[in-house]
């Protein structure tokens, strides 16, 4: 699949549930209302049609939330994707299978996800401190989180710690994550807050550039180039004293859009073919439709991917006190 700025589009992210367990305050407002159980798609569906993208060409697959590993039976859509890794040979297919997770089921889950066929996690982890934690989700516990990153570790999985950088409340501790991921072999990538959603807090007091947090961080540790990709938006430096790597996602200091590989499913089967922009299909009806096969379904998608926009237009300043999106980072996944 080519879009119209002649971006091959190779990864899909697919939000399982909008559901959570935290209550992230840049993510989520306090009193969420979820949606309807009719309109969030089955595993079956999601499963359908990711295949057929994977018939179109893309090679990633990462489940989001909400927190995925919160949807009942979510392990069999990991197996049923994972059967599908290879399985076109080294010239097409499925060739890797992720999750982002908040990692409170990550203790009881890992064995599973690993033997689905996930062999890397991204785990959010804003901070270290438990009371900036708890205030952070709102209600969450550390612990939890942190004996699921160990488990993850010891299933196999390689883990990268995300970290949403917020002004004033996390600022103060980026050398202290950085040496702890060091310490236990963990990838660290921070990420600027993005305008998504009403969230009960001013986006212009959270806001933190991360040109400031590297130059800062630089003071301490030697960040060195690297030409490392995982296939998302991160650019990486390896820290030279932990041989880790520390990436950073900048939606708003640098607009990383020119090398845009992406979409983004919603559990209700919408598309967004642009994090930052509200240009969508829905595919639910499609997939409820039984006379649409899966060559109608795959003439869908690429009818939406002609329509995929050049970037998307996040502003954070005095000026925009409301979200670019109205909706929130929990129904699109990230």
Not at 155 to 166: C, Y
């Amino acid at each position: 699949m080519i879009d119209p700025f002649g971006r091959r589009i190779s990864y899909l992210r697919v939000s399982v549930t909008d559901r959570c367990d935290l209550r992230c305050v840049y993510c989520m407002a306090e009193d969420m209302a979820f949606l309807p159980k009719r309109e969030v798609l089955t595993l079956e569906e999601l499963d359908r049609l990711c295949g057929a993208f994977i018939g179109l060409g893309v090679e990633k697959i990462r489940l989001t939330g909400g927190e995925p590993l919160v949807r009942k039976n979510v392990i069999q859509l990991f197996r049923s994707l994972g059967a599908r890794i290879g399985a076109q040979g080294e010239n097409g297919g499925l060739k890797e299978l992720t999750v982002t997770t908040n990692g409170t089921q990550l203790a009881h889950m890992a064995e599973d996800l690993y033997a689905a066929g996930v062999r890397r996690i991204n785990v959010s982890l804003d901070t270290l401190d438990p009371a900036t934690f708890k205030a952070m989700t709102r209600w969450g516990e550390i612990g939890k989180t942190l004996d699921g990153i160990f488990a993850a570790r010891a299933a196999g999985l390689a883990v990268k710690i995300n970290a949403v950088a917020l002004k004033g409340v996390n600022e103060g501790e980026y050398d202290r994550m950085l040496a702890w991921c060091g310490e236990h072999g963990f990838d660290l990538c921070l990420i600027e807050t993005m305008p998504m959603g009403e969230i009960n807090e001013d986006r212009t007091d959270q806001y933190l550039p991360l040109s400031l947090v590297r130059s800062r961080l630089r003071e301490h540790w030697t960040l060195e180039e690297t030409d490392y990709r995982t296939g998302g938006p991160a650019r990486y430096y390896t820290v030279r004293e932990t041989g880790r790597r520390i990436g950073f996602i900048t939606p708003m200091t640098h607009n990383f859009c020119e090398s845009c590989n992406r979409v983004r499913l919603t559990c209700t089967g919408t598309l967004y073919m642009c994090l930052g922009q509200e240009d969508s299909a829905d595919f639910r009806p499609l997939l409820r439709d039984p006379s649409v096969d899966d060559a109608a379904l795959q003439a869908a998608i690429r009818t939406a991917i002609a329509r995929k926009p050049k970037g998307h237009d996040f502003i954070i300043d005095r000026g925009h006190n409301r979200p670019s999106i109205g909706r929130h980072m929990s129904v699109t996944g990230g």
